[in-house]
């Protein structure tokens, strides 16, 4: 059975879409990084969905990481973008990395990736 060329085009956009999302890095990646560095912690969301969405926005995908966390009521998710090697370089692309996703630089928290690491050991992860 052949697809029709709608099909095929919607097959091609959802196969895409999966390929996108899944180039977004995830907690097992982001324990394996220096603990010494540090990343831009963009949201924390209490939605899974959400947080994919915002992510899908990025042109560079493979920027950002992701992870959930135990809040004190409820699973709560977090999207992080690079790893540099000292707080000022992470600084200094604070006010580009909140244009890009569209949130207010004062949003985005400069953090040391031990503290990251800590905190997706509290959680299982999917």
């Known amino acids: 059975m052949l697809l029709s060329r709608a099909g095929l085009i ?3 956009c959802c196969l895409m879409g999966l390929t996108h ?3 977004v890095r995830n907690a ?3 324990l394996r990084q220096n603990p010494k560095a540090f990343t831009l912690q963009l949201v924390t969301l209490s939605n ?5 969405r915002m992510a899908q926005r990025h042109q560079r995908p493979e920027e950002l990481a992701r992870f959930r966390v135990q809040g004190q009521k409820r699973l709560l998710y977090v999207l992080t973008y690079g790893v540099f090697e000292d707080a000022a370089q992470a600084e200094r692309l604070r006010d580009e990395v909140a244009a890009i996703m569209s949130l207010p630089p004062e949003q985005l928290w400069v953090r040391r990736l031990a503290s990251v690491q800590r905190a997706i050991r509290t959680t299982l992860q999917q």
């Open 21 to 23: 999302a899944q180039t």
């Open 28 to 30: 097992e990646w982001l």
């Open 10 to 12: 919607f097959l091609l």
């Open 48 to 52: 899974a969905d959400q947080l994919d």
